[in-house]
Nanobody
């Protein structure tokens, strides 16, 4: 079972940028579909970006499309989330998640991921 650790959160003004990292250990990283999630206070966890296993194809929620970019480095067992044009509504705890068995139709379902990191806080001020 892979273990995940996020880093790179912080505070930024609206319009700014941040890059999050997620390091994985303990599994065959290439075989995992990896995702970034976020959960704002009082809201449900939302899948925002996905990197499909083996191919690395990327998928995005409408809320972040065009502003956020997910990437993966299989040699380093890591995924990244480059966030640009940040808005106050992007404020949340950001998590990375992993699944070896998820099917394409379920990639935006947070319950479909079996492993999570501890999360990193992102705060965007207006």
């Amino acid at each position: 079972q892979v273990q995940l650790v996020e880093s790179g959160g912080g505070s930024v003004q609206a319009g700014g940028s941040l890059r999050l990292s997620c390091s994985a250990s303990g599994g065959n990283f290439r075989s995992y579909t990896m995702a970034w999630f976020r959960q704002a206070t009082g809201k449900e966890r939302e899948v925002i970006a996905v990197s499909w296993r083996n191919t690395g194809n990327s998928y995005y929620a409408d809320s972040v499309k065009g502003r956020f970019t997910i990437s993966r480095d299989n040699a380093k067992n890591a995924i990244y989330l480059q966030m640009s044009s940040l808005k106050p509504e992007d404020t949340a705890v950001y998590y990375c998640g992993a699944s070896r068995q998820i099917i394409l139709s379920s990639i935006f379902s947070s319950n479909a991921y079996s492993t999570w990191g501890q999360g990193t806080q992102v705060t965007v001020s207006s």
